[in-house]
């Protein structure tokens, strides 16, 4: 399994991204995705995550401001990310929780990263 993510960028304080990421492979079926971020010094933390039966969690600090959502068809996530604050700053990771064709089981897959810095 492949994750392809992009939309990383520099933004000011207030300003928009949307990150993108696309799984590809021997993919069954999706149990859950969605995007985790580190910041420095800091321990990996959800952002925002959309799982099977279209349930999403957010975390707290981005709830109202941050949009997950999900093409099926295509195995892809994208999160607009409004009003974004300094402390949104970080590598942000695509993560994908799937059943594989041929293989039990659930398996976790990680993106390699993309930095988002909201600084003026």
């Known amino acids: 399994v492949q994750l392809q993510a992009s939309g990383g960028g520099l933004v000011q304080p207030g300003g928009s991204l949307r990150l993108s990421c696309a799984a590809s492979?021997?993919?069954?079926?999706?149990?859950?995705m969605g995007w985790y971020r580190q910041a420095p010094g800091k321990q990996r933390e959800l952002v925002a995550r959309?799982?099977?039966?279209?349930?999403?969690n957010y975390a707290h600090s981005v709830e109202g401001r941050f949009t997950l959502s999900r093409d099926n068809a295509k195995n892809t996530v994208y999160l607009q990310m409004n009003s974004l604050k300094p402390e949104d700053t970080g590598v942000y990771y695509c993560?994908?929780?799937?059943?594989?064709?041929?293989?039990?089981?659930?398996?976790?897959?990680w993106g390699q990263g993309t930095q988002v810095t909201v600084s003026s």
């Open positions: 993560n994908v929780l799937a059943s594989l064709r041929g293989r039990l089981g659930l398996w976790d897959y």
């Open positions: 492979g021997t993919i069954s079926s999706i149990d859950a």
């Open positions: 959309i799982n099977r039966g279209d349930s999403t």
